[in-house]
């Protein structure tokens, strides 16, 4: 695998792969407990790779040995079947990408109706996962919700998706995919799902920093009026493209 990976670098591509990272080093699990988590592998040399991962919370590039590479890989201990087998090959973008309404129409589709795509996921196979608009389903549950108050990156990277909804929504306008009446319709009921999403962020960044806890109650009654808001702007949304 190694020669494999020094090939693609060789060749300009970087290679992505799960690695368990109590054998890498810079990783909070290092030598202290087994946790899954893909990594960037964009450089080499001599027996040694550089690879991009998360410390933290936060990315941080550090150096692994060949051998612990080796170690890494092989001691996965994937939820998905075949996961850690997988080994993606990126290749820097050199050209623009064009655009296609039906590639996106179709992942709007998949969002509302929380499918994930066999294709598009080069057929792996998911065990007891959510996806797309029923994420909202498993945060307003007994353990999405303690996930939330213990771990707010959560609520992070819900924000930035509504934030890059909003961004997309901009886009087919600009593109002429959407009148704008159309625009303006749309666009009120998807930045009020963005500014719900950081209201709540914010409840669960003060209830830390002042140790009041926020209750589960306004917890579940924000996000299900994000995920009601949702439903009915994307699918108006599909109607129109």
Do not use: W
Request: charged residues 25%.
């Amino acid at each position: 695998m190694n020669d494999y990976i020094k090939k693609c670098i060789g060749n300009g591509v970087y290679i992505e792969l799960l690695l368990n990272e109590f054998y890498v080093p810079q990783r909070d699990a290092y030598q202290n407990y087994n946790y899954n988590h893909q990594n960037l592998i964009y450089g080499y040399k001599d027996d040694e790779f550089y690879i991009l991962g998360v410390l933290n919370g936060k990315p941080v590039l550090s150096t692994i040995n060949e051998n612990n590479i080796i170690s890494a890989h092989d001691n996965c201990m994937s939820n998905y079947d075949n996961e850690a087998e997988i080994i993606y090959c990126i290749d820097p973008v050199r050209d623009n990408f064009k655009f296609s309404i039906e590639t996106f129409k179709e992942s709007l589709s998949e969002y509302l109706s929380g499918e994930v795509s066999k294709i598009q996921m080069y057929n792996l196979s998911f065990k007891n996962l959510l996806f797309g608009i029923n994420i909202y389903n498993g945060l307003m549950q007994s353990d999405g919700i303690m996930r939330i108050k213990n771990d707010v990156l959560i609520l992070y990277l819900l924000y930035e998706h509504k934030k890059c909804m909003n961004e997309r929504l901009l886009f087919l306008r600009n593109r002429g995919y959407l009148k704008e009446d159309e625009f303006n319709t749309i666009q009120v009921q998807v930045h009020e799902v963005l500014k719900k999403s950081q209201i709540l962020l914010n409840c669960i960044l003060k209830s830390m920093i002042n140790r009041v806890e926020i209750s589960d109650d306004k917890i579940i009654d924000i996000l299900r009026d994000m995920k009601s808001i949702e439903a009915k702007a994307y699918n108006e949304l599909l109607s129109l493209l």
